[in-house]
Nanobody, 123 residues
Framework: QVQLVESGGGLVQAGGSLRLSCAAS????????MAWFRQAPGKERDFVAT????????YYSDSVKGRFTISRDNVKNTVYLQMNSLKPEDTAVYYC????????????????WGQGTQVTVFS
């Protein structure tokens, strides 16, 4: 079992930055794929970014590419999402997730989820 706790969300003006963190505990973290998804009101939970176990593979959705950066620290069992140049359309609840396999953009292939952290971007 893996427990995930997100933090770092908040209210920010368009063009600003936030850094989300997701602390993992429980079963082995270092060999898992980690990802961030987000869900806006009335919409499905969408893929944002993923990173493989040793950080040599990352992948981003087109909507955040060039603005967001995913990273991880396997010593601290934490994955991060640095979000720059934020836009109102980035407003959503952001979730981190763990997959005990190769990286994927499909939310149905992830095994564990955090409770989410709200990000609100105002213009």
């Amino acid at each position: 079992q893996v427990q995930l706790v997100e933090s770092g969300g908040g209210l920010v003006q368009a063009g600003g930055s936030l850094r989300l963190s997701c602390a993992a505990s429980g079963r082995t973290f270092s060999t898992n794929t980690m990802a961030w998804f987000r869900q806006a009101p009335g919409k499905e939970r969408d893929f944002v970014a993923t990173i493989n176990w040793n950080s040599d593979l990352t992948y981003y959705s087109d909507s955040v590419k060039g603005r967001f950066t995913i990273s991880r620290d396997n010593v601290k069992n934490t994955v991060y999402l640095q979000m720059n140049s934020l836009k109102p359309e980035d407003t959503a609840v952001y979730y981190c997730a763990v997959r005990r396999s190769y990286y994927s953009t499909n939310r149905n292939e992830y095994d564990y989820w955090g409770q989410g952290t709200q990000v609100t971007v105002f213009s």
